[in-house]
């Protein structure tokens, strides 16, 4: 005599697994969709963080450079108050910082263009008793910048100043 056994039949687990695996694809086709609208945006939101990036760098360079040479062949360099060099290029739809890639590889910089001129307002350093010590003029240098994605161009024209460093000598 056969006594009550406790399980499953093969039947009901064929029929949990089918549920499972229809289951599985439901959430697994959701999150491949999911992909498709999230990398587009996300390559987006990098473009425009590298141009931002990138923008702010070359103003924050520029605010404390000494000399711009246009070296040619599209290539800048930089030099500092203190001597430091910093080197610009852009070849091959890539802008360098330093012999440094300035944005992902995905990306891809389609311009790039510093254009120097001489602003002809002049600003005076005055000292504490109200003497003019000195005039400096500013030199505006205009930055025009375009990073390609696959899905859209960024193009970004802007102007920052560069001043016209002299060493400042102690007060009497």
């Known amino acids: 005599m056969r006594g009550i ?18 289951l599985g694809s439901v959430l697994f086709s959701i999150y491949l969709a999911s992909i498709r609208y999230v990398e587009p945006w996300q390559r987006e939101v990098a473009l425009e963080n590298a141009m931002h990036l990138i923008v702010q760098r070359l103003a924050a360079d520029l605010a404390h450079a000494e000399q711009l040479i246009d070296e040619g062949d599209d290539t800048w360099t ?13 070849h091959d739809s890539v802008l360098r910082r330093n012999d440094r890639r300035m944005h ?24 504490r008793d109200g003497v003019q010590e000195d005039e400096r003029s500013l ?34």
Do not use: C, K
Not at 5 to 22: A, C, M, P, R, S
Not at 78 to 90: D, I, K, M, P
């Open 5 to 22: 056994q406790e399980g499953y039949t093969l039947i009901e687990l064929l029929i949990v697994l089918l549920i499972t695996l229809v």
């Open 78 to 90: 930089l030099t500092y108050v203190s001597g430091r060099n910093v080197h610009y290029s852009y």
């Open 139 to 172: 030199v505006q240098v205009q930055i025009h910048l375009a990073l390609q994605s696959r899905e859209r161009t960024l193009d970004v024209t802007t102007t920052t100043a560069m001043r016209q460093h002299r060493p400042w000598y102690p007060l009497p």
């Open 104 to 127: 992902d590889d995905f990306l891809s910089a389609v311009a790039f263009h510093l254009v120097p001129s001489r602003l002809e307002t002049q600003y005076a350093l005055r000292r």
